[in-house]
């Protein structure tokens, strides 16, 4: 999700209470702590407190989601996201300058230069959230989203992390540039959202497929059917928390600790044990970012 959209944030409702934990540790890959906390406001430069922060991890720890990656939208997310990784062992870091706020100008060569000195360190371990946005962004902002998405391509690559992509509305669009650019050897679908066909021909691509709380809704039938041709050596969840919170609490805050939800959920789509998917979401993802 963009900075934009925090103003935005899921916040109808109470929180809703953790679910049951899981029998082995997983992986959140893609969560906004710093949207969740209301943590990073750029009007004031103020940020949540780190107890308020670890809080919210340890939370997640308790369900049996030890593992998070913390995704920057902008370079003072990004920032924040880097500085967080390096002191919480829990917490690996993606940065980037999102789509929609490529679209809007914002990716700069400064901007982007300081991506690229964050992707340097040593617990980030992804470029991204980058990508194509065909519903937030209009006509006018696609070239500017385009040369940004391929300038986050080439850190990926030169600095030999993960590249994580938003993909919206813009599937077609996506493939054609990485195959122009060459895909970096780590390339993951964040929040899945292609049907069985679009899934395909990622998998035949050797891209990860990042399932998030989208998968739980009812009318969503297209990416169970995505979901369940998957490799499972290809499949990561994750909440992009706080959106997208997945049944039975859609429409309240997400959180990492709701994680197990959709974890459960997949365990039902794919056949595959709930330790024995537990177990190969964390390898999958430790493949893809590292070790934490």
């Known amino acids: 999700m963009s900075r934009s959209a925090s103003a935005r944030a899921n916040r109808r409702g109470e929180p809703p209470p953790s679910p049951e934990p899981l029998p082995a540790p997983a992986i959140d890959s893609h969560t906004h702590l710093d949207i969740v906390l209301n943590g990073f406001r750029p009007e004031d430069g103020s940020t949540a407190s780190d107890e308020d922060v670890d809080a919210e991890i340890a ?14 939208v902008d370079v003072a997310s990004s920032q924040w996201s ?25 990716a700069t060569d400064d901007a982007l230069a300081e991506i690229d000195r964050l992707a340097a360190m040593p617990r980030v371990r992804a470029v991204g959230e980058t ?105 990561l969840v994750e909440t992009d928390s706080p959106f997208l919170t997945p049944v039975p609490h859609r429409g309240r805050p997400n959180a990492s600790r709701l994680v197990p939800h959709t974890v459960r959920a997949l365990a039902g789509i794919t056949g595959v044990g709930l330790p024995e998917l537990c177990a190969a979401l964390t390898a999958t993802g430790e493949r893809v970012f590292g070790p934490w």
């Open 59 to 72: 939370a997640a720890v308790e369900v049996g989601v030890p593992r998070l990656v913390q995704v920057g």
């Open 131 to 235: 990508g194509l946005d065909r519903f937030r962004t209009g006509p006018d902002g696609w070239a500017a989203q385009e040369a940004s998405f391929r300038a986050h391509i080439r850190i990926a690559k030169e600095r030999g992390v993960a590249l994580v992509i938003h993909d919206r509305d813009a599937h077609e669009e996506i493939l054609r540039v990485l195959e122009d650019e060459g895909a970096p050897e780590h390339t993951v679908f964040h929040c899945f959202s292609g049907d069985a066909a679009f899934a395909r021909a990622c998998v035949e691509r050797g891209f990860v497929l990042s399932f998030a709380g989208t998968l739980t809704f009812g009318n969503a039938g297209y990416l169970r059917e995505a979901a369940a041709l998957t490799p499972v050596d290809q499949l």
């Open 82 to 106: 880097a500085a967080l990784a390096a002191r919480h062992p829990n917490v690996l870091a993606a940065v980037a300058v999102h789509p929609n706020e490529a679209g809007e100008g914002v």
